[in-house]
C-alpha cells in the first residue's frame, strides 16, 4: 500500500472558478524521494497544502482519491486531520522567518509540537529538543533553546524549522522551496541535512521548487507542473536526460549552464498563462514549438510515454526531436 | 578596447557605523574593504558572494548614490568625488541601475511612457513628439510593444517589467549599467528571455555592466570578469573562464561546488566550507574566512592574506598555491 495516493485533485477558489490545479495525481510510496518542478503560479505549492489539508474558504478540493497510509484524507474529522499534522505528516516552508512565531523561543516552539503529539513530559520533551536541534547541526543547542528566531541566521532559522517538522518522526515531510530564500553554500547544507534524515529515518520526502539543478541532485522521481497540470512524470535521470514534454524540453535548454561562452540561451517565448487567460486545449500550446491542430482543440490527457508519463499529444521521442 | 575602463576602483572601501543602543559608541561595520577592479568598455564584470559580503554596497558606490570611505572611484575616467556640479551631473548619467524586483522598482502611478521616458524630460532638450518617438524606440528594443506606453506597471507581467526597467536605465545612454540581482525575482524561462536580452543589448549599445549576482549558471553566461567577494573582502578577481573553470581560492571553490547542477548524479554529502558567513560586524581576525575554511593554518589566523596575483588573476589566500 502506498503511503501518499492522490488521484485526480482538483482544487478552485470560489464556486464556480477556473481550477487552480486540475487533475493532479502522486503515489508515494513510503521511504521515496519526489520533487515536483514548475515556475511559479504552476499550482505546486497549492496542491501541497490541499494534501497538508491547510486550504480555507473559499478553496474547494475536489478528489477522486486522497488517501495518506490507509487512511481517507477527506473523511476524517478535523480533529483527526490535526493529529495527523505535525506528527506524521509534516512540512516546511520557504521563508523560514515568517514560519516561525517571533514571540517565542525555539525551545517553546519545538517542544509545543511534542506536547500536542507525544505523552512525553516536560523534561523529555526538553531532552528531544536538544537532541533534534543537535541533529539539524546546530551548535550549543541546550543554550540555543533560549534563543528567538531572530536572534539566528536565516540559514539556523530553516534549521530549526526542519527540527520541528521532525519532531515527531514524520512518514511524509513536504518541503516546499526549502532552500529558495538562502545563500548557496548554506543551500548545500540544508539540501544535505535533509537528505541525511531522510535516510536515517526512512520517511518519504517531496520536494518542491523551481529549480530543476536542485531536483536533479535529490530526487530519484520528478513531477513537472505546468499552467496546474503536472506535464510530466518519470524517474528523474530520463526525464532530465530526454524529457518527452516539450516545456520540459524548452525549460532545460534555457538553463545557462548548458550553453558555453556567452551564446544566446534557448529561451522559450512568451509567458506563463494566468489563471483567466489559460488557453482552450493544451494550456501550453500558445509556447510550443509543434503546437499542432489538435493542440489547440482538446486538452491532452496524462499518459504514458518512455519510463513514465506525459501530457501531450505529439510527445517527444526523447532525442530531442518529435516523437512518429 | 578604447579609452579608460568606465569604472576603476582601487583600494574602495565603505565603512557604516551601526548602533549599539544609546549609551555605548556605534560600532564600526566594514561593508567593503580594500577592494580594488576595472570594468572595460563594453564588458561585463560579475560580482558574486553571499549575503551581506558586499555587494549591493559596491552598487550603490558605483551608482554614486553613497560615498566611498577611502579608495578610489573612477567612472569614465573622472573621479566619483568630483565637487564640479557639471561633471557628476554628466557621470550620474553616464551609470543606470536596475533592480531586482521589478514589482518595486518601477512607480505604480506611473504610465510605462512616462517612466521610461522620464530621464529624457529631466535631460531636456527634446520635443514631446520627439521624445515620444525615443520611448516607442527603445521600447520595441527591449521587445516590448509601443503600445504598452499607456499602461501601468500592474498591468504587466514580472518579465515584461523587467524589461521596462531595463528601457528606463538604456534610455539616457549610459555607459554602465548597474544589474543588481536582474533575473533572481524571475521565473526560468523569464530568466532565459532577460538574460538574452542583456546580452543583445550590450552588442547593439556597447554598453558595460556590473552584473551583481548569486547564480553562478548566470554569471558564467553573462561574464567577462568575476570579483568574488567574501565579507567586504576580494577573495578572488579575474577573467572569468579563468576563475570559474580553475577557482584558486577555497571560496571561490565552495561556492562553484555548492551550486546544484542538473547533471549530478545522486548527491553526495559535500561538506566544503563549515557553518555560516559570521556576523561583518566581528570578522574573524586574519584571514576572514579561516573559521569556516578546510586548508586554514596558524598563518591564516595571524596575518591577513593580502591581494596577490597567481595564475591569471587576483587571489587573496596564503595557499592559492597549492590548493
Known amino acids: 500500500m502506498p503511503l501518499l495516493d492522490v488521484r485526480h485533485l482538483s482544487i478552485a477558489f470560489g464556486a464556480g472558478e477556473q481550477p487552480v490545479v486540475d487533475d493532479f495525481s502522486l503515489v508515494l510510496e513510503e521511504g521515496e524521494v519526489v520533487g515536483i518542478a514548475g515556475e511559479s503560479g504552476c499550482g505546486k505549492t497549492v496542491s501541497m497544502l490541499a494534501i497538508m489539508g491547510l486550504i480555507g474558504w473559499p478553496g474547494r478540493i475536489t478528489a477522486g482519491l486522497m488517501r495518506f497510509a490507509g487512511q481517507d484524507l477527506s473523511a476524517l474529522s478535523p480533529r483527526k486531520r490535526r493529529s495527523l499534522l505535525g506528527r506524521d505528516l509534516a512540512m516546511v516552508f520557504q521563508e523560514p522567518k515568517s514560519s516561525l512565531n517571533p514571540c517565542f523561543t525555539i525551545g517553546f516552539q519545538i517542544t509545543e509540537t511534542l506536547a500536542a503529539h507525544t505523552g512525553l513530559g516536560r523534561r523529555e520533551r526538553r531532552s528531544r529538543a536538544v537532541e533534534l536541534l543537535q541533529q539539524v547541526g546546530i551548535p550549543a543547542p541546550e543554550s540555543r533553546l533560549r534563543s528567538f528566531p531572530h536572534q539566528l541566521s536565516s540559514g539556523m532559522n530553516q534549521r530549526v524549522m526542519i527540527a520541528i517538522a521532525l519532531a515527531c518522526r514524520p512518514r511524509l515531510l513536504i518541503a516546499d522551496e526549502p532552500t529558495t530564500a538562502l545563500d548557496v553554500t548554506v543551500q548545500a547544507q540544508i539540501l544535505d541535512l535533509l537528505l541525511e534524515r531522510q535516510r536515517e529515518t526512512g520517511m518519504a520526502l517531496l520536494l518542491v521548487t523551481h529549480d530543476l539543478a536542485v531536483i536533479a541532485g535529490t530526487a530519484a522521481r520528478v513531477l513537472v507542473m505546468y499552467a496546474g497540470k503536472v506535464v510530466e512524470e518519470g524517474p528523474t535521470r530520463e526525464v532530465f536526460a530526454s524529457p518527452r514534454h516539450p516545456y520540459t524540453q524548452a525549460s532545460l535548454d534555457a538553463l545557462p549552464e548548458r550553453h558555453a561562452g556567452h551564446a544566446r540561451l534557448a529561451a522559450l517565448p512568451g509567458s506563463v498563462p494566468g489563471l483567466d487567460e489559460r488557453p482552450q486545449g493544451c494550456s501550453f500550446h500558445p509556447r510550443c514549438r509543434f503546437a499542432a491542430g489538435v493542440c489547440r482543440r482538446e486538452s491532452p490527457a496524462l499518459l504514458p510515454a518512455g519510463h513514465g508519463l506525459v501530457r501531450c499529444h505529439l510527445p517527444l521521442a526523447g532525442d530531442g526531436t518529435r516523437g512518429p | ?323
Open chain 2, 1 to 323: 578596447m578604447t579609452g579608460p575602463p568606465v569604472l576603476r576602483a582601487r583600494n574602495l572601501a565603505r565603512t557604516y557605523p551601526v548602533s549599539r543602543g544609546p549609551f555605548r559608541k556605534p560600532a564600526t561595520l566594514h561593508a567593503l574593504d580594500g577592494v580594488s577592479f576595472a570594468v572595460p568598455v563594453g564588458k561585463t564584470l560579475a560580482v558574486v558572494g553571499e549575503s551581506g559580503c558586499g555587494k549591493s554596497t559596491l552598487g550603490r558606490l558605483s551608482a554614486m548614490i553613497e560615498t566611498p570611505s577611502a579608495g578610489r572611484l573612477e567612472i569614465d575616467g573622472t573621479d566619483a568625488a568630483t565637487r564640479d556640479p557639471r561633471e557628476r551631473r554628466r557621470l550620474r548619467r553616464a551609470v543606470q541601475m536596475v533592480f531586482q524586483d521589478p514589482f518595486a522598482s518601477l512607480n505604480p502611478r506611473a504610465t510605462i511612457g512616462g517612466i521610461v521616458g522620464e530621464a529624457l524630460a529631466i535631460n531636456g532638450g527634446l520635443t514631446e513628439a520627439e521624445r515620444r518617438q525615443q520611448v516607442d524606440e527603445m521600447l520595441r528594443r527591449v521587445g516590448l510593444s509601443p503600445d504598452l506606453a499607456n499602461r501601468y506597471p500592474h498591468m504587466l507581467s514580472g518579465g515584461q517589467r523587467q524589461r521596462v526597467a531595463i528601457a528606463r536605465a538604456l534610455i539616457p545612454r549610459p555607459k554602465l549599467v548597474i544589474a543588481d540581482e536582474p533575473t533572481s525575482a524571475l521565473d526560468l524561462s523569464i530568466r532565459a528571455q532577460v538574460l538574452n536580452l542583456l546580452l543583445d543589448l550590450q552588442q547593439e549599445f556597447g554598453v558595460a555592466y556590473l552584473f551583481i549576482s548569486h547564480d553562478l549558471p548566470s554569471v558564467r553566461h553573462i561574464a567577462d570578469r568575476v570579483l568574488v567577494l567574501y565579507l567586504g573582502r576580494t577573495a578572488e578577481y579575474g577573467r572569468s573562464d579563468a576563475v570559474l573553470a580553475r577557482p584558486r581560492h577555497p571560496y571561490t571553490r565552495a561556492l562553484l561546488a555548492s551550486a546544484p547542477r542538473l547533471d549530478d548524479g545522486p548527491r553526495r554529502p559535500r561538506r566544503l566550507l563549515a557553518g555560516e558567513p559570521p556576523s561583518p560586524l566581528a570578522p574573524p581576525g586574519g584571514c576572514p574566512l579561516r573559521t569556516r575554511c578546510p586548508h586554514a593554518t596558524a598563518l591564516c589566523a595571524e596575518v591577513a592574506p593580502l591581494p596577490r596575483r597567481i595564475d591569471g588573476r587576483v587571489v587573496s589566500c596564503h595557499h592559492a598555491d597549492h590548493v
